[in-house]
């Protein structure tokens, strides 16, 4: 766990929400903020919701009663059905996680009732703690986002995420295990994981992991990520920072430019990614 961040705990009245992101009926979140603090996390927009005065990456609120309050939903008198998606504005296995087990504990009442399929999506290689429970559900499927195998660039922008190198690690014992494993690579980082050279080392590394399903999805350019990624890239990269500016100034040029270079790489490589 960060140590600037002193975790709050909370109650929460409810456990179950319902989402609209396609594919999935429900969302879990069992933690309010996130300790992986990446620089282009959108999410970042809850911090205008949550009262905390500090900045995203710095606060974390941990709902204590999570377990119950999920179990008491699934054990009512409308069953809840189809698929359960965690987490969508913080990640379950942030480091608080090894502490607190409120998502394994979550996942053990899943477990229990039987009723919905249970798709995880993670920067952490602490989902693998938790093998026992997700062979135990009644589907599981588990979406690893890396963005970039460099280790630099990773550190710099997913500052509290497992490094990259031991989430394939995590993705490669849970496949052992059974459990499908797709990747998420998003968001695209201009001039840094969009290069030639970067989408070769990732997507190589992917296929050679045994990873076949890959989604891959653009930078969202919302006003505070941009923010907050031209000053990394002003301190940390400066010379990737006329392929940002591009991106945000003609995204649809871009976009051209980067699709037909994935497509390169993809048959080089011999794997076929699929844009959100
Ligand atoms: S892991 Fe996800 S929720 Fe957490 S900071 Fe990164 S992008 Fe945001």
Not at 44 to 49: A, I
Request: charged share 20%; proline share 7%; aromatic share 8%.
């Amino acid at each position: 766990m960060s140590a600037k961040i002193v975790p709050r705990e909370i109650l929460c009245k409810s456990a179950l929400s319902k989402t609209g992101i396609p594919g999935y009926e429900y969302c879990i979140n069992p933690y309010v903020g996130c300790a992986h603090a990446c620089l282009y996390c959108y999410a970042s927009f809850m911090c205008r919701f949550t009262g905390h005065q500090k900045q995203w990456g710095e606060f974390l609120d941990v709902k204590i009663n999570f377990p119950a309050a999920l179990a008491k939903r699934l054990s009512g008198r409308t069953r809840p059905e189809g698929k359960v998606l965690l987490s969508t504005v913080t990640d379950a296995y942030q480091p608080a996680e090894a502490l607190y087990k409120i998502t394994r504990s979550s996942l053990e009442v899943l477990a229990e009732y039987q009723l919905l399929e249970v798709h995880i999506l993670t920067k952490s290689a602490l989902v693998q703690r938790d093998l026992p429970v997700l062979r135990r559900l009644r589907a599981c499927e588990v979406g690893f986002t890396i963005t970039t195998m460099d280790r630099n660039i990773a550190r710099v922008l997913e500052p509290g995420a497992s490094p990259p190198h031991l989430r394939l690690a995590a993705a490669r014992q849970l496949m052992q295990a059974g459990i499908p494993v797709w990747v998420f690579i998003a968001p695209l980082l201009p001039g840094l994981s969009d290069t030639e050279e970067g989408l070769t080392s990732l997507l190589q590394t992917l296929h050679k992991t045994g990873i076949r399903e890959i989604l891959i999805d653009y930078l969202n350019p919302y006003p505070a990520v941009v923010h907050r990624l031209k000053s990394a890239y002003r301190r940390y990269f400066p010379g990737a920072l006329p392929e940002l500016e591009e991106y945000l100034h003609h995204p649809v040029i871009y976009q051209d430019k980067i699709e037909g270079r994935l497509n390169q790489v993809s048959e080089l490589v011999g794997c076929r990614p699929c844009f959100v």
